[in-house]
């Protein structure tokens, strides 16, 4: 007999996001079910990266016992309150393997018994008054509210003519003997590309990387999407003239001959140049997609960003389709190519902050913060131990902020919220409010990439050109940043000299004057 299910909340995905989510829906004791299509969490793992190894960091030892701050460098733990539950005590590796990863949010999803139905997938999704959620079973299931969190299922390919003579990332055969004395074609210049073509340099004749964009080096844009150092080995055979290349090309069209394909790329670092190559392999490491093709019209969410992600509000809901959330990988659509929502460092911070906006609106839960008096001394302490230990401004670094709104003779501060969703939907006119973020500085020099010329320690007065992430804070009233104020960078991170906490408390001591003047 089929049954229908009603939840409050339904999360489809048990991936990291899912799991993350649920564990603070549980914290605040909402009425939600996660439903996942596969037998176990985490099943995207099972099978990506293709060879296993992860490139987010986990770095056990960082001198520190704070588990805030170690979060920091810690890219795979969910935020939770159980010791054991880090994914330091799964291992110890830098770079660890990917099976550990899916061991561990297994691991999480038991030890905290959240409400996971597996093997559901979900085939349709409509609304009434309520989202129906079909499975492929005949179960039926209703929510009042949708999170969707299973990050992106299918493989984006481009409009090339042609095209379909590539082999997707997704579905390639990693057996480099296949390769062997080949010429092969990888698509794409992101860290997937470079994977593969590092894996098969031991066997391929020629391996070109193409795209129309120029690389993009993690170290130079501290975005951790653009290519990672562990991944660039490949450049070295490039380089250093090993028969490989990376190309700065459109590919215009591809068309198969006697066995092998004919590829058309126009450079787009030679005045339009024309050329066709010849390769006996394509790989599409191209990307990956949202799929809404299970939504119905009417509550269908629209996609941007060449149709790749979900388009949705400060918030993570649906701009189109009210009701329906996002979590994950999905919400990098707010951030994209800038900070770390595509990444479970990131996202880790988004579904926190999507657990909290839901409890306030829908269940009156206020929204957490800590209510100090609006003296220098007070608000200095405060952001002077923030800046210090946490993790969510610094992993996602000028996106989230922490936020002390002045409410008559006390301070209210909120505690890592979205910068935009502070200015669009949470501040207004006849609001007076500090943002504290974290931030990268621009670099000056347009040569080598590791080189930098840094601002002097003691230069307080110039801090604004610190180059390395510090701590910026900015006052704003009706909406409109009044000013902002740079605390210097610091080499290890650490703002605790008097040549960081006292210009800070010159600074508020500024604006408190001017609030007790205007009133």
Known sequence: ??????????????????LQLGYFMQKNELDFLILE??????????????????????????????KDFNLRF?????????????????????????????????????GYNLPIDYGVEITNIGKDEKFLLTASNGDSYTCNHLVVATGWVKPYVPNIPGIEYGIHYMDMDINKELYQNKRVLIVGKGNSAFEIADDLVDTTA?????SGSTIKMAWNTHYVGDVRAVNNNFLDTYHLKSQNAVLDADITKIKKENGQYAVTVTYNNIAGEEEELVYDSIILCT????????????????????GRFPNQTPDYQ???????????????????????????????????????????????????????AWETDALTDQIIERINNNSSLWNQYGY????????????????????????????????????????????????????????????????????????????????????????????????????????????????????????
């Open 287 to 306: 990307g990956f997609k949202f799929d809404n093709s299970i939504f119905e019209e009417n509550c269908r969410p629209e996609v941007v960003i060449r």
């Open 206 to 210: 020629v391996t070109h990387v193409c």
């Open 400 to 519: 989230f902020g922490d936020v002390a709104v002045i409410e008559d003779n006390k301070v209210r501060y909120y505690e890592s919220l979205p910068v935009d969703f502070v200015k669009e939907q949470m501040m207004g006119e006849n609001n007076e409010y500090f943002i504290i973020t974290m931030e990268f500085g621009e670099k000056k020099e347009k040569g080598d990439h590791l080189s930098n010329t840094r601002v002097h320690r003691d230069d307080v007065d110039n801090a604004k050109n610190s180059i390395f992430i510090h701590p910026i804070v900015r006052h704003f009233r009706n909406n409109e940043m009044v000013r902002e104020f740079h605390i210097i960078e610091d080499l290890e991170a650490v703002w605790r000299e008097a040549i960081h906490i006292d210009p800070l408390k010159k600074f508020i001591k500024s604006v408190n004057d001017l609030y007790k003047v205007a009133e």
């Open 1 to 18: 007999m089929k049954k229908i299910s009603h939840k409050e909340y339904i999360i489809i995905g048990a991936g990291p996001a899912g």
């Open 74 to 110: 810690d890219w795979n733990s969910l935020i939770c309150d159980k010791d054991e539950l880090q994914f330091k005590e799964y291992s110890r590796k830098y770079f660890p393997k990917a099976d550990t990863l899916v061991e561990y949010l297994n691991d999480f999803a038991t």
């Open 318 to 372: 649906s701009v189109n389709a009210k009701g329906v959330y996002f979590a994950g990988t999905l919400t990098h659509m707010r951030d994209y190519k800038k900070q770390a929502s595509g990444f479970i460092h990131g996202f880790r911070y988004n579904a926190s902050f999507l657990a909290r906006i839901l409890a306030y609106r829908n269940h009156n839960i206020p929204l957490p913060s800590t209510e100090i």
């Open 37 to 66: 299509k596969n037998d176990i969490s985490g099943s995207f793992f099972r099978s990506y990266p293709r060879h296993r190894s992860l490139i987010s960091i986990n770095k056990v030892f960082t001198g520190y016992d704070d």
